[in-house]
């Protein structure tokens, strides 16, 4: 298996534009995690979902964050407008969820900064 | 969620055991221990999990005491790719909502020393 896939890998972009990122989960899984790591907050979940329906968005910081998960095997979050404290690695992680605790696999990140 | 402290650093030379230590004094009774390792520019990556007493795969192991306050991930004979962040972590099994979640704190950063 490929593992997970995040495209793409870094973006650079401009105070006020639109920016969406893209996660393919591990073929079989059934949950997946968007996660932000910075230097000064470390790594914090923004939203899960669970068979593609959203779980817990509470760690999304505001409105301009929006996640989707369309079908099993695709999910982005899109920023939009952009500001330059958004600048960070974003990670996405999926599971295979049961009845014990899940192993999460988490993808490359994408490296995100806000000019 | 329970919370978790772990230092923020530690050092070690090559070949040494490293023990970095957890401590989870709120722990609940469903919650299980896990701990992940994450290199430079890669994301998190699963080492090892428990609920109590030890727990020994081929990375590394875990002591869980009686009361379930701490653990102790324990690295064997540690070289330079050991040098990483490690993250431990603690939550509840499967609820019926889905998987659940993972809170990360800051981690431990070990540097492994020639």
């Known amino acids: 298996d490929a593992g997970v896939i995040q495209s793409p890998r870094h973006e650079v972009t401009e105070m006020g534009q639109e920016v969406t990122l893209r996660c393919k989960p591990i073929?079989?899984?059934?949950?997946l995690f968007w996660y932000r790591q910075t230097m000064m907050r470390g790594l914090e979940l923004l939203i899960y979902?669970?068979?593609?329906?959203?779980?817990?968005d509470s760690g999304m910081p505001e409105d301009r964050f929006s996640a989707k998960m369309p079908n099993a095997s695709f999910s982005t979050l899109k920023i939009q407008p952009s500001e330059p404290r958004d600048s960070a690695v974003y990670f996405c992680?999926?599971?295979?969820?049961?009845?014990?605790?899940?192993?999460?696999?988490f993808g490359p990140g994408t490296r995100l900064t806000v000019l | 969620l329970a919370k978790t402290t772990q230092p923020i650093s530690m050092d070690s030379y090559e070949g040494q055991e490293v023990n970095i230590t957890c401590s989870h004094n709120?722990?609940?009774?469903?919650?299980?221990i896990t701990w992940y390792q994450q290199f430079p520019s890669q994301g998190p990556r699963f080492i090892i999990q428990?609920?109590?007493t030890k727990v020994t795969n081929e990375v590394a192991s875990l002591f869980i005491p009686a009361d379930r306050k701490s653990s102790t991930l324990s690295l064997p004979r540690v070289s330079l790719s050991d040098t990483a962040v490690y993250y431990c972590?603690?939550?509840?099994?499967?609820?019926?909502?889905?998987?659940?979640?993972?809170?990360f704190g800051k981690g431990t950063k070990l540097s492994v020393i020639p």
């Open positions: 992680a999926s599971s295979l969820a049961g009845l014990v605790y899940n192993e999460q696999f």
């Open positions: 073929s079989g899984h059934n949950s």
């Open positions: 979902f669970n068979n593609n329906v959203p779980i817990d």
């Open positions: 709120n722990i609940a009774t469903n919650d299980y």
């Open positions: 428990g609920y109590k």
């Open positions: 972590l603690v939550g509840s099994a499967y609820s019926g909502a889905g998987s659940y979640q993972l809170t």
